[in-house]
């Protein structure tokens, strides 16, 4: 059944025109990668302060603030420019395992993400208000740490399964 | 010519051999490189956004700098490795190769522009810290950001120009 979308899909005269550009897919796939540059890092600072790794300058609340728009401006940069290559080549994506993979990692993410952020805007000490809240920013931190590299290492790997 | 030999030698080490004939070497260590390559770009980008007033616009741009600068020369060092292994790999095709030739070029004009950030637009920090900076520092931030854009898609056309 996927095997019969994807063959439709690629027929479709928007994945034949951008089959046939040369450019389209490494062009897409940069703008693609500068958006994950600039929601890892993000995500990345937020998770090693909510392990404690690191304490910087300013409260997590108020890193959080700050970078909620950048993480989901590059999430929703990074929906469109990953629908982009997969009506290009939509066989390439929805047949791949890494790529289905990616996908459950990146709606996990998004969902601590949006917990995370959820709990702040609620109560800027949230996190650290009890022992085991202190615990659990520990455990959502690490997952979400792993889960950034494992998102990166999948979806590189989508041109090699 | 001298610089094609001494890259035949190169890529005929063990190391290198090993990288080019393997299944999953090659895959493991581009990999790497993406992970740190992304870290490097977005800590930088994150600054370049604050220089040009797109965002963290509220927050004293030496605070962020500071936090970012780490995550920059760790990340780098990472990926300079991965990058080298990789190039060792097929110098030769590397080499000779249009875009990694752009990619190593704007690598190096990014470096002078950090240069130039740090001797001429950064100059009276003080003043603008918390507020917007002046033309001199957003023409770095605006060139670094062009910059490392370029680099990105380079690095992407090699991919689907040595294969």
Redesign the interface.
Known sequence: MIEAFCDWLSATPLSLALQAADWF???V??VH??A???????V??ISLKLVGLIR???PLATTMA?ST??IWTALLVLLVTGMLLTITEPARELLNWAFRLKMLMVLILAGCMALIQWRLSANPDYWTASAGRKWLARVLGVLVLALG?CI??A???I??V | MAVERALAWLQDLPLPTQIRESDWMF?TI??VH??A???????I??VD?RLLGF??R??PFS?LA???LP?TWTAFLVAAIAGALMFTSKALTYFGNIPFRIKMLCLLLAGMNMLYFHWVGSRNLASWDASKPPPRARFAGAASLLL??II??AG??I??TTN
């Not at chain 1, 994950?36 to 993000?42: E, F, Q």
Request: glycine share 6%; no cysteine; net charge positive.
């Open positions: 897919v490494p062009s796939q940069t990668i500068l994950i540059a600039i929601l890892l890092i993000s990345n600072v910087g300058v300013q700050r728009p950048l590299a990166v290492t979806g590189r790997w041109a090699y | 895959p581009e990999t993406v992970f390559l992304v870290l490097v770009i977005g800590s980008v994150t956004l965002a963290n509220d927050r605070q500071r936090e970012m995550w490392w854009t990105v898609a992407r056309w991919g689907f």
